[in-house]
């Protein structure tokens, strides 16, 4: 009788921190995947973002160097007067700051 009673106690014991070792177990798996799937949908809104600010990116720049090439005496008068020079990049500076702080 001393055997068996001392046999389920120690089942008892040992159980009890088996399912308590499962729980954390599946409460860690819950916690994993609820964490990877926000990181995964967070990253698909970063390459979206980041998708949209280079195109825009590229179109500033693109915009800019029409603006350059639309003429000769223009694109003379630009490099040629510092003034000119500096507004230009302010502007496009601006630009891509917009972009960037506006989502």
Known sequence: MCVL????????VNHSRL???WRTA???RHQFMELKATTDHELV?????FSRLSR????ACLNLSTQL???NVKHQV???????YVTGRRNL???????FYTA
């Open 93 to 99: 500076f601006f630009f891509v700051s917009e972009c």
């Open 45 to 49: 809104t970063l390459r979206a973002e």
């Open 5 to 12: 009673q001392s046999f389920n106690e120690y089942f008892t």
């Open 69 to 71: 090439r639309s003429t």
């Open 26 to 28: 599946v409460t860690f």
């Open 19 to 21: 399912v308590s070792l």
């Open 78 to 84: 630009f490099i040629t007067d510092p003034l000119l």
């Open 56 to 59: 825009g990116m590229n179109a």
